[in-house]
């Protein structure tokens, strides 16, 4: 993957920790690589509490080189990397120290990108002083998450966005649609004759989607406690996954083709009726609890989270799709922090045969049945049933493995190191159009309000369980459970 041509890469929040764990990493991943960026293309990092480049080298080396080290660091490519770094020292709050920028990057060959890994607070005032000093013109946007707090913020932000950049030169980022296993899911779906004949309703029971994560909410109490599980993973990460499960096949894979048939997903996400929350719908909040041997928190006890705090650490929902694929089939999404495993993945439970010749174990559960583990250990699995050696006709659920890392043995990319090439050679497939952005709020927003409006406090649940047991509970009345639950 070679960049086509030179770049600017300019770095906002240039010593925040997006920048410390992600961005800067996943730059060095593809300089170390050699021949995806090119030669010439800088970086420049934006920050206002360091003095100059030797201070921002120095900070690099402290925090960043731990983050890329994983697998034994090569110092000459590490040198290297630093060489192509520059600083400017702004204060985000001046409009005109922007005209600093403008002098140190002008002149330069190639796309500039700037890339906003700050507050949303900061994104339109950053855009209005870039503007007003020309830097507009030939340049790409990357706005991180999250993008606003609502449809009405999230709107005001894309207005005030879209008067200075073009919607083509705006990419917003959703590091999920990042993930090798996500770009998998497309191969798997429109690469292959063997899948899409099944994937509807005739053929597939229901889907279920979860992210979960043993982390809590780390040093970002303040930040969470004013977003919540909803708004800070389904309105975009949860939204984005369904929205590729669930999606008719793109006439091809440009950008726009992909992210029509996402928006008609996502448009064609039944609205939830205020009165029918508390079926389809499960909030909690962690209380303390034991993870791997380690005993936790509570989330209300975290820095930065009010002591009484009704946000929610956990989301579980019920979801349908109004549309001739997927009209009846239940798709259950649930994400959570301190649960008791980091696994996400996608798990596809096709219907039994509708008459079993061979027994009553042809229709026992655990067969037909597609696991997609996005993370860890990246693989498809599928569930099919076969005979059990030995005499009489005894089926058992077996598995046909796709394990990325034993497959390919080489050339794995981070999520972000993919979506920056992508920045840099100007693919917006893997982000976020707006509209896609405004539908998924559009749908989120009753939950959001009900919630809001009512005072029933989150459901408790122990950290380190898989959530509060409402979560089980929706899926029991469908006659299905969680998938954890079936071993
Ligand atoms: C971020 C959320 O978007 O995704 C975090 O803000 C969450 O709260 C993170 O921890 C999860 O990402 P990943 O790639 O570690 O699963």
């Known amino acids: 993957m070679q960049t086509d041509s030179s770049f600017t890469f300019v770095l906002f929040g240039g010593t925040g920790d997006l920048s410390m764990r992600k961005i800067l990493p996943a730059l060095f991943e593809a300089h170390r690589a050699g021949g995806m960026l090119a030669e010439s293309g800088k970086i420049f990092a934006v920050a206002r509490h360091v003095a100059d480049r030797a201070g921002y080298l120095e900070w690099v080396n402290e925090h960043v080189k731990p983050h890329v080290s994983k697998n034994?660091?090569?110092?000459?490519?590490?040198?290297?990397?630093?060489?192509?770094?520059?600083?400017?020292?702004?204060?985000?709050?001046?409009?005109?120290?922007?005209?600093?920028?403008?002098?140190?990057?002008?002149g330069l060959p190639g796309i500039r990108v700037f890339y906003l890994a700050t507050g949303p607070s900061l994104f339109v005032p950053i855009c209005h002083a870039l503007a007003s000093v020309g830097l507009n013109e030939n340049s790409r946007i990357v706005l991180e998450k999250p993008l606003g707090y609502d449809?009405?913020?999230?709107?005001?932000?894309?207005?005030?966005?879209?008067?200075?950049?073009?919607?083509?030169?705006?990419?917003?980022?959703?590091?999920?649609?990042?993930k090798e296993p996500v770009q998998n899911l497309l191969a798997l779906r429109f690469g292959n004759v063997l899948f899409e004949p099944l994937w509807r309703r005739e053929w597939v029971e229901s889907i279920q989607i979860t992210i979960a994560e043993e982390l809590g909410v780390e040093a970002r109490g303040d930040f969470y406690d004013n977003t919540?599980?909803?708004r800070d993973m389904v309105q975009n990460h949860l939204l984005q996954l369904l929205s590729?499960?669930?999606?008719?096949?793109?006439?091809?894979?440009?950008?726009?083709?992909?992210?029509?048939?996402?928006?008609?997903?996502?448009?064609?996400?039944?609205?939830?009726?205020?009165?029918?929350?508390?079926?389809?719908?499960?909030?909690?909040?962690?209380?303390?609890?034991?993870?791997?041997?380690?005993?936790?928190?509570?989330?209300?006890?975290?820095?930065?989270?009010?002591?009484?705090?009704?946000t929610e650490t956990f989301v579980a929902l019920k979801v349908e799709?109004?549309?001739?694929?997927?009209?009846?089939?239940?798709?259950?999404?649930?994400?959570?922090?301190?649960?008791?495993?980091?696994?996400?993945?996608?798990v596809v439970n096709f219907r039994a045969v509708p008459h079993s010749a061979l027994g009553a174990s042809a229709l026992r559960g655990g067969a037909n049945r597609l696991v997609i583990r996005l993370q860890p250990n990246?693989?498809?699995?599928?569930?099919?049933l076969a005979k059990q050696p030995g005499e009489g006709?005894?089926?058992?659920?077996?598995?046909?493995?796709?394990?990325?890392?034993?497959?390919?043995?080489?050339?794995?990319?981070?999520?972000?190191?993919?979506?920056?090439?992508?920045?840099?050679?100007?693919r917006l497939a893997l982000f976020v159009r707006r509209d896609e952005q405004e539908a998924a709020w559009r749908w989120v927003e009753p939950i959001l309000n009900e919630w809001a409006a009512s005072n029933k406090p989150p459901k408790p649940y122990a950290a380190g369980t898989w959530g509060p047991a409402a979560a089980s509970a929706m899926l029991a009345q469908h006659g299905t459970c969680w998938l954890e639950e079936e071993n």
């Not at 660091?73 to 922007?98: N, Y």
């Not at 799709?321 to 996608?346: C, H, M, Q, S, Y």
């Open 378 to 384: 990246e693989t498809i699995r599928l569930y099919c």
């Open 72 to 106: 034994g660091l090569d110092e000459t490519a590490w040198a290297s990397f630093l060489d192509r770094i520059e600083f400017v020292k702004i204060d985000l709050g001046k409009p005109e120290d922007f005209v600093l920028l403008r002098d140190a990057i002008s």
């Open 151 to 178: 449809l009405k913020s999230s709107n005001a932000i894309n207005d005030a966005v879209g008067e200075i950049f073009a919607e083509e030169q705006i990419y917003r980022i959703d590091h999920y649609l990042g």
């Open 321 to 346: 799709i109004e549309n001739w694929r997927w009209a009846g089939v239940p798709f259950f999404l649930r994400t959570g922090k301190r649960l008791a495993d980091r696994v996400a993945e996608i």
């Open 244 to 310: 590729i499960v669930a999606m008719e096949p793109p006439h091809s894979m440009d950008s726009d083709s992909v992210r029509d048939e996402k928006l008609r997903v996502l448009r064609a996400l039944k609205p939830i009726d205020p009165r029918d929350i508390g079926k389809v719908a499960v909030r909690g909040q962690y209380h303390a609890g034991v993870i791997r041997g380690h005993a936790v928190p509570a989330y209300a006890t975290e820095p930065g989270v009010k002591p009484d705090s009704t």
């Open 228 to 230: 919540g599980a909803l």
């Open 393 to 426: 006709m005894n089926l058992a659920s077996v598995h046909l493995d796709l394990a990325f890392d034993r497959f390919f043995r080489e050339g794995q990319m981070e999520a972000y190191q993919r979506l920056l090439l992508d920045v840099i050679n100007g």
